[in-house]
């Protein structure tokens, strides 16, 4: 069975022909497991579609298809039996949010403003950046964190 709406890409061939070639493994087994951590790999870089259901106020997912028509295909053929409210939805590659994750995890710029003008902690003392600032008559030290 094939994934709907998945081809195979040139540069997802190129590192499982390598593979293949190499003289690196010493067993079938390793060169297999060897294959199947790079197929990961290349299916973990791409975008997916699925087939959502709302049922009785739960979500339920059916996919993964390689592309949005196929999605759609799947949904309006009905071939999964679904009912009530339906639609088709992408996922993104888990390579992006383990990106995105390292972003949010990431120190963050300082966030204060002076408590007495609003403008940001970063901004105070450097000159002509804000003329209406009043930082340097205020002194600013104190300031308060973002929202607050």
């Not at 963050?108 to 600032?133: E, I, L």
Request: aromatic content about 8%; glycine content about 10%; overall charge neutral.
């Amino acid at each position: 069975m094939s994934l709907p709406g998945v081809s195979v890409r040139k540069d997802e061939l190129t590192p499982i022909v390598e593979i293949l070639q190499s003289e690196d493994y010493d067993s079938p087994e390793k060169m297999a497991r060897a294959i199947l951590q790079q197929a990961y790999e290349s299916f973990s870089e791409r975008d997916w579609w699925v087939v959502a259901m709302r049922n009785e106020g739960f979500n339920i997912l059916y996919g993964l298809h390689g592309t949005e028509g196929a999605a759609q295909k799947a949904l309006e053929k009905n071939e999964l039996g679904l009912v009530g409210e339906c639609g088709v939805f992408e996922v993104h590659y888990a390579k992006a949010r383990q990106a995105y994750v390292k972003a949010a995890m990431s120190p963050q710029p300082d966030k204060r403003f002076c408590k007495t003008c609003g403008h940001s902690w970063a901004s105070h003392g450097v000159r002509n950046s804000n003329p209406g600032c009043v930082g340097k008559k205020c002194g600013c030290t104190q300031f308060e964190k973002e929202g607050k």
